[in-house]
């Protein structure tokens, strides 16, 4: 069955600091990759999405995401964060086909210091 | 358009009680979810609907059912609570199943079981 990890569950980081959080799946076949943010006290909406093109894909407020599939990898990336970042970071994976059933990872948890 | 709305926010239920969980969306999608999310797991999709009338079983379907209304609503019912279904639930949609199209999340309803 396909599963996602996300090995860092908590990242504490100050304004400004680069941010790279890691995403694994694992399925040999062709996936769709996803990041979800959930800032506090609101609901889940999509930074970034992979279909297929370019593996370096950009999102919204400056996030972007490196798919390395030899590596079954799509780690988000950010140069420099702010304090407006802090939230809950989810890498969703589906098949490139049938019926699109999303797979979560745990998520992390981001708080940005100011 | 107010997106993916549910009701209600909160609930507190004791063991063996039964709820519906309200979910609308007024985007016209055809898709729609019910996710449960839990501290580190992540979200769990427990049933969907591929398009009006049709529903199927996610990955975590027991102790709970499903009724498409019509193609804005999508309830999710617990029949006889257990504590283990404390839970924020989200109910989702997109435009269509196939795994081009984003998922856009409601609020969550947060519900506990004593």
């Known amino acids: 069955a396909q599963s996602v990890s996300q090995h860092n569950h908590h990242v504490i980081l100050s304004e400004a600091a680069s941010l790279e959080l890691g995403c694994n799946y694992s399925?040999?076949?062709?996936?769709?990759l996803f990041w979800y943010v959930q800032y506090p006290g609101q609901h889940l909406q999509l930074l970034l999405k992979?279909?297929?093109?370019?593996?370096l894909v950009k999102g919204i407020k400056g996030f972007e995401a490196e798919f390395i599939k030899s590596k079954f990898s799509f780690n988000l990336r950010k140069p420099s964060v702010q304090w407006s970042d802090t939230a809950e970071y989810f890498c969703?994976?589906?098949?490139?086909?049938?019926?699109?059933?999303?797979?979560f990872g745990t998520g992390t948890r981001l708080l940005v210091s100011p | 358009n107010a997106g993916v709305t549910q009701t209600p926010k909160f609930q507190v239920l004791k063991t063996g009680q039964s709820m519906t969980l309200q979910c609308a969306q007024d985007?016209?999608?055809?898709?729609m979810y019910w996710y449960r999310q839990d501290p580190g797991m992540g979200l769990r999709l427990i049933y969907y609907?591929?398009?009006?009338?049709?529903?199927d079983k996610g990955e975590v379907p027991n102790g709970y059912n499903v009724s498409r209304l019509n193609k804005r609503e999508f309830s999710l019912r617990l029949e006889s609570a257990a504590p283990s279904q404390t839970s924020v639930y989200f109910c989702?949609?997109?435009?269509?199943?196939?795994?081009?199209?984003?998922?856009?999340f409601g609020p969550g309803t947060r519900l506990t079981v004593l």
């Open positions: 399925y040999g076949g062709t996936v769709n």
């Open positions: 985007m016209n999608h055809n898709s």
């Open positions: 609907s591929a398009s009006e009338g049709t529903t």
């Open positions: 992979y279909f297929s093109g370019d593996p």
């Open positions: 969703a994976v589906t098949l490139n086909t049938g019926f699109q059933k999303l797979v």
């Open positions: 989702a949609s997109s435009e269509a199943g196939d795994n081009y199209n984003e998922q856009f």
